[in-house]
């Protein structure tokens, strides 16, 4: 066998590489416990159970005429740890307490909130539960509008489009308004950082 053969097999072979390079790279994942990176959460696992107590709670500060203290109660206590069960009770609590608050109101509201202690976590929290609504309500889950049968759709090139169609509604399209109009407020309240925040936040709603 010539040294050009030799040569040849030997680097078709992956024997040549004893080091393990990923060992020597700082941010490889084998150098430290990734685990790390999303922190154990303070907060309690949260039942469905739990989560509709919430909204018995809520709807008994509503009606004593205390919108901000519902809206607070349901800020500071985010279900982060549950079901989807529960997460999903809690989000309809949240969107029945913005609708329930007057639009003169929301600036207001939620510069009293912002301005005391965890004002800030607050703020973050209801911009989750934001987004969360706009996704469902838009994807016709939580309480949207049902999406119609499959049907086929005459087209005047000849063809026909076959696809389900969403069958909107006033009570969406109202949902949507409210959860538009906050996501307003809260920007202009606790600027653009939450948003940031919202989006680079590991713990979901």
Known sequence: MSIIQQHTAAS???AWRTLDVDALTEDSSVNFDTSTLHPAS????????DARQINAQVRQLLRGG???????????????NGSEGAKDTHLQTVIE????IKASDMTPMLQRIYGTPGGSECLDVLMKYLYKGMAST???????????????TPQQTGFSQAGGR???TESTGAAMSVLLSWHEKVVEVGG??????TMTDWRRV
């Open 192 to 197: 653009l950082g939450c948003i940031g925040r």
């Open 138 to 152: 838009s994807s016709g889950a939580g309480g949207s509008a049902p999406r119609t049968p499959t049907r086929m």
């Open 166 to 168: 969403p069958a909107p």
């Open 12 to 14: 078709l072979s992956d």
């Open 66 to 80: 205390d919108a901000e203290g519902a809206l607070r109660g349901c800020l500071e206590m985010p279900v982060y």
């Open 97 to 100: 307490v913005l609708q329930s």
């Open 42 to 49: 303070s907060l309690p696992e949260t039942s469905e159970a």
